[in-house]
């Protein structure tokens, strides 16, 4: 099951996306945590047509992806061990043919930078960022998912 991010309660988008672009992601965050930062970008990037805040929240998308990528790398705290070990999930989010997470992660850093480019067609754009904001769900749910046998 996905884990919603949850924002400071605003009064105005513009306050969500204030929000995320001003809070920085702390370096001592788990895999977890940038997921969940990751969804929570992706999703301000696709209700957000100012091409300036676009490229901010990229930026910042970039970021995440990339933190992301180093922490698959790296072994998992006991705390997310146990955290994937209490659930018994049967068939993955994703097809066996994506089942490396850098796979995935250079996907959503590719189509991050074409959308940050800026130089896209406006169709193009929306339909390229409806699929990173989709990948990145996507991704950020596979990252969660149980795989640890508690046996």
Known sequence: MATIPTLLHSKSDESV????IARPLPESADRFEV????????????????SATRAVLCDRLLHALG???????????????????EGEKLTSSVPDCWQETSVQLDYAMALTQ????????????KALTGLLHDMVWLLAEYVKEPYISAH
């Open 17 to 20: 996306v204030d929000h995320l």
């Open 67 to 85: 933190q992301l990528r180093a922490l698959c790398d790296t072994e998992l705290p006991p705390a997310l061990i146990a955290q994937l070990i």
């Open 35 to 50: 997921a969940d930062n990751c969804t929570a970008l992706v999703c301000v990037l696709i209700e957000t047509d100012d």
């Open 114 to 125: 074409a959308i940050a480019g800026g130089t896209l067609p406006a169709e193009v754009a």
